[in-house]
């Protein structure tokens, strides 16, 4: 395996910045501290750069566990935008065999069916077992644009199953038939909201936040959801920050349609680089990033964290020359030249990708 010294940078090591080197060895970091000088396989030089525990995206789409029309080849959607683990928010095919063989630590949320406002758990099981520990949740999409749903029935009921198996429930929250108030208030401490700052009917800032904040109070988790332009107001999301409601994790909902295409290069990096565009601070981002969405997904002892003898997951980040440019399905606009660049990720103590 690969032992690796990383000099120079400001540290992030899931909650907390500090100037110091990092060094690791067999899959794990072995050292964090000033001035290291043990000799290394690779040495980095990271000054002026961020040396942040890797990344965790809680929403995308793997190809060939999410449908064909949205997945992705995981390394692809993953590695270019730092980020080392990463959750299905839709998984139906595949096994837990496959995603083994993947470089990328994942998790993955199934989906019951919903026909006519009733919810069909025939072939959930089957699902959980197939994927077995990789489960965290069931997702459904809660929109009535395109899912036979009429009121908070479904939500209900998925929630009372997925809480029985200890699991936890993800919602797609745009074109929901109920006020936002409505659905949070139906979901428990550690369930996810996600696409939560859409522009639609019954969207967070019809209460200026409240419901967000109250349901945050309560263990909610609040997910950013970004997909590129399509799945967030831009102007609902400035207000969010503004009012003290920005999201606690930030997911890209990569899929093959957005990857290196939506307004630049598409993925977790440009997602960060919106809400700091928008008001959040750095801190803020990266935990979003990080030791949140690490939590979110029952894994905050092993993903999310830099500390010695913690997995060898590091994204090596940059604010820089990362001009994007996109426009939301209401017309909002963002335009900025400068953004975050993964300038390396390193999983397990191996470089993986590099700028």
Known sequence: MSKLLIKNGRVWDGNKFFYADVLTEDKKIKKIAENVTEEAEYVIDAKGKIVSAGFIDTHIHIKGISCDAFGIPCEAA???????????????????????GMAVKTKVFVCPDVKDNKVDFTQIQSLINRYGDRVVGLKTFFDARAFEVRDITTVKEICDYAHKKGLIVMVHSIGTPVPMK??????????????????TEHNASVDNFKSVKEASSRGVIIDLGLAGHINTDFAVLKKGIECGAAPTVISSDITRASAFKRGGRYGMTMCMSICRYLGMSEEEILKAVTSAPAAALGMQEEWG?????????????????????LTDFNGNRINCDMGYRAIMTISDSEIVYSD
């Not at 993953?78 to 083994?100: H, R, W, Y």
């Not at 060898?312 to 440019?325: G, S, V």
């Open 182 to 199: 409505e659905l949070l208030e139906t979901l428990g401490k550690g369930d996810i909201i996600t696409h939560t700052y859409h522009g």
């Open 78 to 100: 993953c590695f270019p935008f730092g980020v080392t683990a990463a959750a299905d928010a839709s998984a139906g095919q595949g096994s837990k065999e496959m995603l083994d």
């Open 305 to 325: 964290i830099l500390k010695e003898g913690s997995a060898a997951d590091i994204t090596i980040l940059d604010y820089t020359n990362e001009p994007f440019d």
